[in-house]
């Protein structure tokens, strides 16, 4: 849910939960997402994200390590800017194990790599 600030503005936060169910280290943490070109990331979580800009939002993160059976959690911080019009909407995130490089690790049980929350 986004909240209207004094300046017009809309914002709010999501926190993503991310579980190593596994014995290993993920020496990264991949997360990718798209959000809509009125939707604006901002704020110190987003920090180790690429943010490009188009028709839409393309966000791709390299998070620490995951270690074996923990979890990592990240605060992200969305905006709209003031006179901006945003219809309601939903947002996938996608995330997966990789090595120091970057390059993503197989996932044999990938079929939890994704997790979706609502704008409005």
């Known amino acids: 849910m986004l909240t209207a600030a004094a300046d017009g503005s809309r914002s709010g936060a ?3 939960r991310i579980r190593n169910d596994a014995d290993r280290t ?8 798209e959000l809509p070109k009125a939707l604006r990331p901002v704020g110190d ?3 180790g994200c ?8 393309q966000v791709s993160c390299r998070l620490s390590a995951a270690r074996g059976h923990s979890e990592v ?3 992200l911080e969305l905006q709209v800017a003031a006179g901006t019009s945003l219809a309601p909407g939903q947002v ?3 995330v997966w194990p990789a090595d120091p490089d970057g390059d993503p690790w197989l996932d044999n049980d990938s079929g939890d790599n994704e997790s ?3 704008y409005r």
């Open 50 to 57: 690429d943010v490009q800009t188009g028709s839409t939002v």
């Open 116 to 118: 979706t929350f609502d």
């Open 73 to 75: 959690r990240r605060t």
């Open 45 to 47: 979580g987003w920090s």
């Open 92 to 94: 996938a995130l996608r």
């Open 26 to 33: 993920a020496p990264e943490v991949l997360l990718t997402m």
């Open 14 to 16: 999501v926190t993503v």
